[in-house]
């Protein structure tokens, strides 16, 4: 979704729905799976030591 405020930063209401509703077709589509939430990546990826110096 963070893309979408790049692409259409200016965009509300339906164009705004119309947006995240391309890009998360997008994910699924190139991804073969629905888009993760944010949290949940960062949650896994800290749990692996992603982030570890």
């Not at 077709?25 to 949650?43: I, K, M, N, T, W």
């Not at 692996?48 to 110096?53: F, M, S, V």
């Amino acid at each position: 979704m963070a893309a979408m405020y790049v692409v259409a930063p200016d965009l509300g209401g339906p164009q705004a729905a119309e947006a995240v509703a391309a890009l998360t077709d997008d994910v699924r589509r190139v991804l073969g799976r629905a888009p993760r939430d944010f949290s949940d990546y960062a949650e896994s990826a800290a749990a692996h030591g992603a982030w570890r110096g």
